[in-house]
């Protein structure tokens, strides 16, 4: 088992945060904990949604990827020369409860 809080700023690359502001599955405070963890992370809290925010609001949340992305590029062009392992950078996908223990499969 292994709790993610203590990890968090560990990761050194661009982060974004994305959440529902309304989700009850799971609380938007979750994120912006996560987001607080996570040093240089962005949050965008999509007003109004739940849990399926990417469905509730599709244009808002491709303009909020699209820049990230954008971003993110730019990020990576800066340090191609510096990038050895893909560690170096790192993708978060689904939610996580930051207050509970997740077993390693």
């Not at 309304?22 to 963890?37: C, H, I, T, V, Y």
């Not at 949340?61 to 950078?89: E, G, Q, T």
Request: proline fraction near 5%; hydrophobic fraction near 35%; charged fraction near 25%.
């Amino acid at each position: 088992f292994f709790n993610v809080r203590a990890r968090l700023e560990e990761i050194r690359c661009p982060v974004l945060v994305i959440t529902g502001s309304e989700d009850r599955m799971m609380p938007p405070e979750n994120s912006k904990l996560l987001s607080l963890g996570i040093p240089g992370s962005e949050l965008h809290m999509v007003q109004g949604t739940g849990h399926n925010f990417f469905f509730e609001k599709p244009a808002e949340v491709n303009r909020v990827l699209i820049d990230f992305l954008h971003a993110m590029v730019c990020w990576m062009r800066r340090r191609r020369n510096s990038l050895k392992y893909s560690r170096d950078c790192t993708y978060l996908s689904g939610t996580v409860d930051l207050n509970n223990e997740y077993e390693m499969h």
